[in-house]
């Protein structure tokens, strides 16, 4: 055990971040004006990748602050009600668990709109980190959305600093959400200031066009966002697979096709099953072939998702990815 009674393991994969609630309509296809009621479901990027871990059978710990409302306990004990570790999580007296109202339009895109005025998770500090946690992790994984305001950008870099000097990787996903920005050019620009940090990215197509400004999804446009420091930068195409790339090798991996329902929580099972991967094996990262196995089984992962309503209830467990895989 290390201080503070955290466990100290090296397969721990450490999500930093937003928890909060979607509510999204009974109906589908329907603005948030139309919808005639609301489900709530629990969400929040970060905290998806820490529950796609778990349910894989991978190690995950969430740190990020939540209200100390009936929401926010709700939210903490999803996260223990699913083997995520919750040594990380804090609950602010002041403020709110954040909510986001999210519609399916009927083209299957999402629509967001969020309340966080402030919310609890834009709250937290520096100084609130369990940087024994942190330190422990083999795998620091984080979004953009706790750059956009402080307290909790400083708690961001801090805690990223504190990873990076303790070993871990660190994967990034953007997630893009651009309503919560001051502005297009704000948010390319932040969520652009710690590229070089990384050792995994992970963007969608639509954040590649967002951030290089460019309609064209090819290899030109991807190495537009190559940084030296980087081990791994992974594209994802929804029902066109993904691209990778890497100093020595890149290429990209078919999907599967299955019946999408709800794309919520999709990029983030994909995030959840690489960096699984990962851990158990590192070499992937240098082993072309052992790399495209393993996005296969993301994509698999990323597909199952996409065919439940919710993030959290469709995250699949390895038994369900190699049925898919296997054409069971």
């Known amino acids: 055990m290390a201080p503070n009674g955290v466990v100290s393991d090296k397969s721990l994969i450490v999500s930093f971040g937003e928890m909060l609630i979607d509510f999204v309509p009974t109906v589908s296809g329907v603005?948030?004006?139309?919808?005639?009621?609301?489900?709530k479901a629990p969400?929040?990027?970060?905290?998806?990748?820490?529950?796609?871990?778990?349910r894989l059978g991978g190690k995950a710990s969430f740190v990020g602050k939540l209200g100390d409302d009936e929401f926010g306990h709700m939210l903490a004990d999803i996260l223990k009600q699913n083997g995520v570790s919750g040594d990380g999580i804090l609950f602010d007296q002041g403020a709110r668990t954040a909510l986001a109202f999210v519609t399916l339009r009927a083209d299957g895109e999402r629509e967001f709109m969020f309340y966080r005025n402030p919310s609890a998770d834009m709250l937290l500090t520096p100084e609130e980190l369990n940087l024994d946690l942190i330190r422990s992790a083999k795998v620091f994984h984080y979004g953009s959305i706790s750059l956009i305001v402080e307290p909790c950008r400083s708690a961001h870099l801090k805690a990223m600093e504190v990873a990076k000097e303790s070993g871990a990787l660190l994967s990034y996903d953007p997630n893009l959400r651009l309503p919560l920005w001051p502005s297009a050019d704000e948010a390319r620009k932040q969520i652009l200031s710690i590229w070089d940090k990384a050792d995994i990215i992970k963007v969608s197509d639509v954040e590649l066009e967002f951030l290089t400004g460019s309609k064209k999804i090819d290899d030109e446009t991807a190495m537009k966002l190559w940084r030296p420091n980087l081990t791994l930068l992974l594209i994802t195409l929804g029902e066109k697979g993904s691209m990778y790339y890497t100093k020595y090798f890149h290429g990209s991996v078919d999907a599967f096709h299955v019946n999408t329902v709800d794309t919520t929580g999709a990029g983030d099972s994909f995030v959840g099953a690489l960096l699984c991967k990962i851990v158990e094996d590192p070499t992937i990262l240098e082993n072309e072939s052992k790399l495209r196995e393993v996005l296969k089984f993301a994509n698999a992962c990323g597909a199952i998702t996409t065919t439940k309503k919710g993030a959290i209830p469709a995250l699949p467990t390895e038994a369900e990815v190699l049925a898919l895989i296997n054409g069971a």
């Open 31 to 39: 603005s948030l004006a139309e919808a005639p009621g609301f489900l």
């Open 43 to 54: 969400g929040g990027a970060p905290a998806n990748v820490a529950i796609a871990v778990s």
